[in-house]
């Protein structure tokens, strides 16, 4: 259980992460069960990119739509016969939020009848085993994942594979997803499948398709990593002309398109996210008529994808008028001009501006440009302990990023001008150390009482103030040594002590006689 939610979290980048945690702390608070569900699932076990996140909630999602725009969510879309809204969360992550549902075909081509069920149910309603998978966010059961038809085992074989026999003749947009699938992942269709498959486009189902399905293929095409390839597969099984009958590849503007994509690959480079839907759109449908493009646009369910794909042109020439004037005179004022643009017009417009000096300023924006901002911290500013752990060091990098770009700090000695009076003051210097045996004596107490001294161990050194001077013993003085005739005794090594005035001599007297004692004879 907890693996898959190790992986999870690992796969998912930390908007994504951020993402599933609102959506789980609102559908719990509405007292709603809620699923990862679908295509996330997919992804997050294949390893294949995360695109966007389809969450499964066993309640009426749309009345959750005031707590989503509360959170910082943006409502794109609804549909209110399946239940299921379309939002992009904080940090441009694409969701939908359906509800738990069983789906009954009484006739091919007619919309199904939905009634409220089980996750279990709302996975058997699905169109292949490798979306047929869901992950529990609920507390008890978080991680755990229910595949009651093994899309895993699928998935490790690289298969798709339909859930029953009449998959397509329910559901005839199932032959272009299975199409749309199959080129995008380079997965063949099952055994079974393809035959399932091939009876159905024999029989021409697909002309019983509904229009809220094909808004959703036509849709899905602009979150294509390759959407060329899949354009390309779709014209060859005959699918391109059900999503307009107007549409082929010769419509497409293909270099236009290779020039996004790669430069969509540069931006995520640089640690850029830009929404490239609406400008895939765009040249999907460079030449076709305003009516042609009108009627895909109208068929699409998320409106605020329509929105930004009909105003992105608007928008990109509004921006390069912006980097003609003054607003962008100087480096510096572009690098803050097209920061704050918006990325998916930046995309854009770096593919299709036509005014040499715009084009240029966009390109040194993601080249030139970089490579001066990769210098900082410059060397000055380390000697200087202008270092990141500084609270104002974000400021101080701006603002010298700002005189690089424009040319105002050209050498070491503008540079050390301009930092030496934001530099932090120097630190105290340490105190000096002391040394030798006197500075210790020096700082040792004046005298230590007995008791202290007795707690020293043996061999401690004891300061020479802490011992008392002791008095001179009063000797007599050493009587001279008698010497042998004929023999010298050598001079003494040491110096002779001080002469000292004789003591006064002491007189001999005889010891007296014990006086006899008087016997006494026994008569």
């Not at 399946?82 to 738990?100: C, D, K």
């Not at 594979?161 to 199932?174: C, G, K, Q």
């Amino acid at each position: 259980m907890a693996d898959y939610i190790y992986t999870m979290e690992l796969r998912l980048t930390p908007n994504q992460q951020k993402g599933v945690t609102m959506v789980q702390d609102i559908a719990r608070a509405a007292g709603m069960n809620v699923y990862l569900t679908g295509g996330a699932v997919r992804d997050i076990i294949s390893g294949l990119p995360i695109r966007d996140l389809d969450f499964t909630v066993q309640g009426n999602p749309l009345k959750l739509q005031k707590e989503f725009e509360r959170a910082g969510a943006v409502i794109g879309g609804t549909g209110d016969d399946s239940q299921t809204i379309y939002i992009t969360l904080p940090g441009g992550v694409r969701a939908e939020v359906s509800s738990a549902r069983t789906e009954r075909y009484e006739k091919t081509g007619k919309p199904p009848i939905v009634a409220p069920a089980t996750i279990i149910e709302d996975l058997r309603r699905r169109d292949f085993t490798v979306n047929a998978m869901a992950l529990s966010l609920n507390p008890g059961s978080r991680g755990l994942l229910m595949d009651p038809f093994n899309g895993a085992a699928d998935i490790e074989a690289k298969l798709l594979r339909i859930l029953h026999n009449y998959a397509f003749v329910e559901d005839p947009s199932r032959l272009i997803r299975a199409s749309r699938f199959s080129a995008r992942f380079h997965w063949p269709l099952e055994e079974r499948t393809q035959a399932r498959y091939d009876s159905a486009k024999e029989n021409n189902y697909i002309e019983y398709i509904r229009n809220q399905a094909i808004g959703y293929e036509l849709e899905q095409l602009a979150y294509e990593d390759d959407p060329l390839n899949v354009v390309r597969v779709l014209e060859k099984e005959g699918w391109l002309k059900v999503l307009n009958p107007h549409w082929t590849t010769a419509k497409v503007d293909t270099n236009g398109l290779s020039q996004l994509m790669k430069t969509r690959q540069q931006m995520v480079e640089l640690g850029y996210a830009p929404d490239p839907a609406p400008a895939v759109l765009e040249f999907l449908t460079a030449r076709l008529n305003d009516k042609e493009t009108a009627d895909i646009r109208k068929a699409i369910p998320r409106r605020d994808l329509a929105e930004a794909w009909r105003d992105i042109e608007l928008h990109a020439k509004e921006l390069a008028k912006r980097l003609s004037g003054k607003e962008a005179a100087t480096p510096s004022r572009t690098w803050k001009l097209l920061s704050s643009a918006r990325q998916e017009i930046v995309l854009y417009l770096a593919v299709t501006a036509r005014q040499e000096a715009v084009a240029q300023k966009i390109k040194n924006f993601f080249t030139k440009w970089r490579q001066v901002q990769q210098k900082i911290p410059l060397p000055e500013m380390t000697e200087l302990l202008i270092t990141p752990q500084l609270p104002e060091y974000p400021k101080i990098a701006e603002e010298v990023f700002m005189l690089l770009l424009d040319g105002k700090l050209r050498s070491r000695t503008e540079i050390l001008k301009f930092l030496k009076p934001l530099a932090p003051p120097p630190p105290p210097p340490p105190p000096p150390p002391r040394r030798g045996r006197g500075a210790k004596a020096a700082a040792a107490p004046a005298a230590l009482p007995p008791a202290a001294a007795k707690k020293k161990g043996k061999g401690a050194a004891v300061p020479v103030a802490s011992v008392p001077p002791i008095p001179a013993a009063k000797t007599p003085p050493a009587k001279p040594a008698a010497t042998k005739p004929g023999v010298t005794k050598s001079a003494p090594t040491k110096p002779a002590p001080p002469v000292k005035a004789p003591a006064k001599p002491i007189k001999k007297t005889a010891p007296k006689k014990p006086t006899p004692k008087k016997t006494t004879k026994k008569r």
